[in-house]
Every structure is written in C-alpha cells, then in structure tokens.
C-alpha cells in the first residue's frame, strides 16, 4: 500500500496526490499537521529516504528561521523538533513498498511509482 504525507496546502504535495490518483493504485493519505507522525515513524521515513533528519527539515518556514537557524542539534533532537513541529516536515513524502521519496520534484514520486 502507498502512503502519502500530504499537507492541502502546499501545491507541490497537492500535485503528488493528483499523481498518485490518475496511477490507479491504493493509497492512503496522511495529513500530516493533524495527525502528527511519532518520533518512531519519522525514524522509518528518515531511514527509507537515506538521509540525516537535519535533510527532512523545512528551512524557508519562519518556525526554522525564528528559533531554529542559529542552533546546531543532534539527530534525535531534529526528529523531536519534527514532533513538535510538523510543518517543518518536507513535504510531500510517498512511500511504497518500504521505500520512500519527497516528492520534489514530481518526478520523485513518478520513479517510485514505476518500482514494483
């Protein structure tokens, strides 16, 4: 099954749910600022997308800018500020089969979507 962490707001995540709905398979949509991924689930998505959760965060959100810019923190403390935050969350984030991709650019989720 796919899972899409999707944000309404946010055209390149709307675009990603379109893609997933003209592919024809099942997904399930999570809307991620109301139902806040666990440290445990950000974890997973961290380690299906390869990358350090400092990657995953959202630098241009004014959240970042006002408290977070200037301070240096450790894994673990990133994916807390994730929870606490979640609109610092990289958006949209697609995963099938145990892998996963942000679907920026597009095309992120158009490869995904061809993987068996």
Known sequence: MIKIY???SCSKSRAALS?????GEEFIVKEYLDQVPTKKELEGLINMLGIKPLD???????VFKQNFADIELNDDQWID???RY???IERPIVV???TARIGRPTE??????KRQ
């Open 6 to 8: 999707h944000n309404h």
């Open 19 to 23: 893609l997933l709905e003209e592919s």
């Open 56 to 62: 995953l965060i959202r630098k241009n959100e004014d």
């Open 81 to 83: 500020v994730m929870t």
């Open 86 to 88: 979640p609109i610092l």
């Open 96 to 98: 099938k089969n145990g």
């Open 108 to 113: 992120n989720i158009i490869e995904l979507l």
